[in-house]
């Protein structure tokens, strides 16, 4: 089973600021099979990025997912106050699929 | 539209059982996997598990294998999560969603609650 870490753990930064968040898995993930989810409280997640970089339909382009192998990132060039929120990694694929546990971005 | 509606949230005791219903409409609901996602409290996100509505085929994570159930009807476009047994610590929103390149379409989630 794939174990994905994310860092940091919370990311405190103003609007009009870069994010760059990371997500580690401890072995290789083949077929870029790697996707990237936004949480606001009280709602479902929302899927934001797909196959590492592929941006989900109607998502901005300001968010960004890059990387290969076990080292991927998701980038905000320009955090909106809408953007305040916990954004998750999940790779799926195979048998067992996991997620991160999560970074919190916030103000 | 595409739309997975979930079933209402429950209170339970423990020791009892649950059923959670996930019904999808707007697309053909026999193409697309379907997931379920637990989040406790507080906490991050848990895959269960996924089951193809066409064939029934389903793969459960090692840490829910034997604890859940999934099932889908597709005569009425409806996926089911059955837990067992229930414990305090099943307290949480049940979430399914569409496989489709990631989880791309959500329901609105199911909150369980389990206590005496």
């Known amino acids: 089973e794939i174990v994905l870490t994310q860092s940091p753990g919370t990311l405190s930064l103003s609007p009009g600021e870069r994010a760059t968040l990371s997500c580690r898995a401890s072995?290789?993930?083949?077929?870029?099979?790697l996707v990237w989810y936004q949480q606001k409280p009280g709602q479902a997640p929302r899927l934001l990025i797909y196959?590492?970089?592929s941006r989900a339909t109607g998502i901005p382009d300001r968010f960004s997912g890059s990387g290969s192998g076990t080292d991927f990132t998701l980038t905000i060039s320009r955090l909106e106050p809408e953007d305040f929120a916990v954004y998750f990694c999940?790779?799926?694929?195979?048998?067992?699929?996991?997620f991160g546990q999560g970074t919190k971005v916030e103000i | 539209e595409v739309q997975l509606v979930q079933s209402g949230a429950e209170v339970k005791k423990p020791g009892e059982s649950l059923k959670i219903s996930c019904k999808g409409s707007?697309?053909?609901?026999?193409?697309?996997?379907i997931g379920w996602v637990r989040q406790m409290p507080g906490k991050g996100l848990e895959w269960m598990g996924i089951?193809?509505?066409?064939?029934?085929?389903?793969r459960y994570s090692p840490s829910f294998q034997g604890q859940v159930t999934m099932s889908a009807d597709k005569s009425i476009n409806t996926a089911y999560l059955q837990l067992i047994n229930l414990k305090a610590s099943d307290t949480a929103i049940y979430y399914c969603?569409?496989?489709?390149?990631?989880?791309?379409?959500w329901g609105q989630g199911t909150t369980v609650t389990v206590s005496s």
């Open positions: 089951i193809h509505p066409g064939d029934s085929d389903t």
């Open positions: 196959d590492v970089s």
């Open positions: 707007g697309y053909s609901f026999t193409t697309y996997w």
């Open positions: 999940q790779h799926y694929g195979g048998s067992v699929w996991t």
């Open positions: 969603a569409r496989q489709s390149g990631g989880l791309g379409v």
């Open positions: 072995q290789s993930i083949s077929s870029n099979y």
